[in-house]
């Protein structure tokens, strides 16, 4: 899985580089709530500047359909970069173009006109084939910056060969979003510890009443072929759940309905919305006894506070854990910001999509297009 890095474009000194980085950051009335994608992206920037190289920074934010709109305009993007790293030139949004999700030929020439080098530092959009991730390496000497070497070299080993005990946690509201991550790690994986949404669609196919919580029909049977004594795959369901009544509102503590912790069979209309509290004792042990731990999608829906204490104990033990600790870009990235514990773990990627498809798949197409280029 070798890809070309910063080291392999050779003097970038007066040479013009296109970067390619991933500042889809999340936006509130126009205002960035969270910049650490445009952070994650300054090591490259800096590297390449000191050695005289100059930049053109390129990202998409959003997914407009193919044309400008000013509510995905990159201006807020622009002047934070500004204040970050003035020296750098940042092109619109790439999506206000049909030719890059279309990966047109067109489009990549015009990206790549006047330019020298290509550097991939989008981690985030690199499992997207679109126009500026595959589309330059096919002609320019290219490699990947620090932010996307890192994000290889931390996630790509837990396919193979983590430390030991490996614990898995798996949380988020989708089971059919996780199963090729299940597949894969899973079965590498020591335990894997399943909260959140997706929970429930596992308690099913044991045969718990779930009451109104999130259910997937359709992937019930899986869920019960991974619980298998023989399935390869070590999965921890857990014992108890925090639920809503019926009549109450997630996110509206004022709107009324009970808030009660439960063990794993739920009456009719009771809603689960956070793994109990013997739970989050029970995962916060299995973590403290991991070396190495890969967490992806929250217990709950930690946004409203009644529900946020199981997605709190997870992030306070992966904290407080002494194994080498890893939080999938995405709602968990988000939970561990929100609980100001992002600096005790050792990474946080800045990929959602991109990191369970490379755990996934173990490759990604922005990966592939780097190994094909004419320096590599
Ligand atoms: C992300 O936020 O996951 C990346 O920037 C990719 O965005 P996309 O899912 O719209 O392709
Ligand atoms: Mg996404």
Known sequence: MTVPTLEDLG???GRRVLLRADFNVPLHDSEITDDLRIRAALPTIQWLLERGA??????HLGRPKGAPDPKYS???VRARLNELAPEVTLLENLRFNPGETANDPAFVQELIAGQDVYVNDAFGASHRAHASIVGPPQFLPSAAGRLLQREVEVLLPLRTDPDRPFVVILGGSKVSDKLGVIEAVGAVADTVIIGGGMCFTFLAAQGHPIGASLLEADQVEQCGRWLQPGSGINIQLPSDITALSPGGTIGDPDAGGEVRQM???LPDGWMGLDIGPG????????ILDARTVLWNGPMGVFEDPRFEAGTRAVAEAMAESRAFTV???GDSAAAIKQFGLDAEVDHVSTGGGASLELLELGDLPGLEALRGAPNA
């Open 74 to 76: 990159m201006d807020p």
């Open 54 to 59: 100059i930049i053109t920074a390129c990202s």
């Open 327 to 329: 939080v999938g870009g």
């Open 279 to 286: 739970t989050a004792a029970e995962f916060t042990d299995v």
């Open 11 to 13: 003097d970038v000194d």
């Open 263 to 265: 063990g794993q069979n």
